[in-house]
């Protein structure tokens, strides 16, 4: 299938307020966030066209943008009523929301003084569901080379931008080498998450996550997380070294994009796709989406 460049797309995007054609939602190149990073953003799904966790994520989007400075120019309700807006206007089923929040072209110096806050809300199509077949494939992460930073040398609970170029360096090395993605550990050389989802181990029945000191506390681990305490699971977070990693019986990552997704090989280590990851895989797609039909608990 051919993949439509996101700049040549047809539809709507929600652009400070207003509801404009996708090909005119545009910024000039002289624009802050472009040239020093001042951007925050968010994503979420919508199952069977409803936004999952917009709540939260909105109280997110907020909180990266107060970590950055940025006072953003609506209240949380009228960025939910615009995510919902466009959705409807886009006609949205399963699909993925991205607003996004940006310093302009008012001035062009690291400070940031007088630029406008600006705040677009884009959406499109993603069907979620990989075949059951493809989903117990998992996936495969090369230990990337780039650390992720101390939280005293640049707000790491912000889903900011600049956080994610180390994260674009790893994955372009990593599916350079034939991996799907990179396994990032933390300053100190402990485990961290991978370049857009955080990770679980499964160690003799419990399930192990690192603690997320430095990166984002992902909505979609804290739902893991619930999930497997009610079925009974214990859930640890703690230090996990990378030694650790090859005693693991089940791997996997969380977000709201991969949303559970099993992990077969971390560099030269290989491991199978268990009942635990299929057990709150599928628990995880029938709490986002009413219409999702439980395979093989
Ligand atoms: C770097 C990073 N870590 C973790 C996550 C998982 O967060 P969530 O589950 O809230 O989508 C994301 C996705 O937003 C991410 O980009």
């Known amino acids: ?15 400070n307020g207003e509801i404009v054609e996708w090909q005119d939602a545009t910024t000039h190149v002289l624009n802050h966030g472009l040239h020093y990073g ?37 209240t949380k309700n009228e960025l939910n009523d615009a995510q919902e807006q466009i959705i409807k206007k886009m006609n949205i089923t399963y699909g993925y929301i991205r607003p996004v929040i940006w310093r302009g ?16 809300i884009a959406t499109w199509e993603w069907p979620s569901y990989f075949s059951p077949e493809d ?3 998992g996936l495969t992460l090369q230990t990337a080379e780039w650390r992720r930073p101390p939280a005293n040398t640049i707000p790491t609970d912000a889903k ?22 990179a396994l990032m550990l933390d300053y100190e050389g402990k485990v961290a998450e991978s370049t857009g989802s955080n990770i679980f181990f499964v160690f003799n029945g419990e399930l192990h996550t ?4 430095c990166f984002l506390d992902g909505i979609t681990r ?38 559970i ?37």
């Open 210 to 213: 690192p603690i997320p000191h």
């Open 38 to 74: 001042s951007c925050v953003f968010e994503g979420l799904r919508v199952y069977s066209s409803n936004i999952y966790k917009l709540e939260q994520h909105t109280d997110r989007l907020f909180h990266s943008a107060n970590r950055m400075g940025i006072e953003v120019p609506y």
């Open 105 to 120: 072209s008012e001035m062009m110096a690291i400070s940031a003084q007088k630029n406008k806050i600006n705040v677009a």
């Open 261 to 297: 997704n099993p992990v077969r090989k971390i560099d030269d280590l290989e491991f199978k796709v268990g009942k635990v990851t299929s057990m709150i895989s599928e628990l995880y797609l029938s709490e986002v989406d009413k219409n999702y039909k439980i395979n093989n608990l």
């Open 135 to 137: 989903r117990l494939k």
């Open 160 to 181: 900011a931008a600049g956080l994610y170029m180390i994260c674009t360096l790893s994955k372009h090395k990593a599916e350079k080498d034939g991996f799907t993605d």
């Open 222 to 259: 804290q739902t893991a997380i619930s999930i497997a305490e009610k079925q009974g699971i214990k859930v640890v977070q703690r230090d996990i070294f990378p030694e650790e990693i090859k005693d693991a019986q089940e791997i996997f990552l969380t977000g709201s994009a991969v949303e």
């Open 1 to 15: 299938m051919e993949i439509i460049p996101f700049d040549k797309r047809i539809g709507f995007i929600w652009y």
